[in-house]
């Protein structure tokens, strides 16, 4: 009873990700190649983006207090770490480097730094929620999740 309660629990934390757009189908797509013999693939590649995104998002905000701001070097930066976050399927996140991007096209300092808050945010609050996702995952055991959210 217990357990299948739980079940409940991480299927609607999983759902509630797509539902507030936090997440799309790559995340989906990542889910399906997990299979018994590696039953914490997604857990480790986002544990591996997370450890990885720490080193651009350092880097993104020394560029921001350089002086000028090298938009090329701005835009080159958060194009990788939109790669990184579109790897995983952090849609919120990669909506935002987008807008990030778009200010650094147009030469708009004030716009690169108020979207580099939100990336961070936007970030910090998936990471969040995805550990707890995880926590809770590795608590019951494996579960069926490659499936369309509802």
């Given amino acids: 009873m217990e357990r299948t309660h739980?079940?409940?629990?991480?299927?609607?934390?999983?759902?509630?990700?797509?539902?507030?757009g936090y997440l799309d189908e790559q995340f989906i797509l990542l889910e399906e190649l997990q299979d018994s013999s590696n039953p914490n693939f997604v857990e480790e590649v986002v544990t591996l983006f997370y450890r990885d995104s720490a080193r651009f998002l350092y880097n993104l905000d020394q560029a921001l207090e350089k002086r000028p701001l090298d938009f090329n070097k701005l835009d080159s930066l958060m194009h990788q770490f939109k790669g990184s976050s579109t790897s995983i399927g952090a849609k919120k996140v990669k909506t935002e480097c987008t807008h990030f991007k778009d200010y650094c096209n147009a030469r708009?300092?004030?716009?690169?730094?108020?979207?580099?808050?939100?990336?961070?945010k936007e970030y910090t609050t998936l990471?969040?929620?995805?550990?707890?996702?995880?926590?809770?995952?590795?608590?019951?055991?494996?579960?069926?999740?490659?499936?369309?959210?509802?």
């Fill in 127 to 150: 990471r969040k929620r995805l550990e707890t996702y995880f926590q809770m995952s590795r608590q019951v055991g494996p579960i069926q999740t490659a499936s369309r959210p509802r």
């Fill in 108 to 120: 708009n300092t004030e716009g690169c730094k108020r979207t580099f808050k939100q990336v961070k």
């Fill in 6 to 20: 739980m079940h409940r629990q991480i299927a609607n934390i999983r759902k509630s990700l797509f539902d507030q």
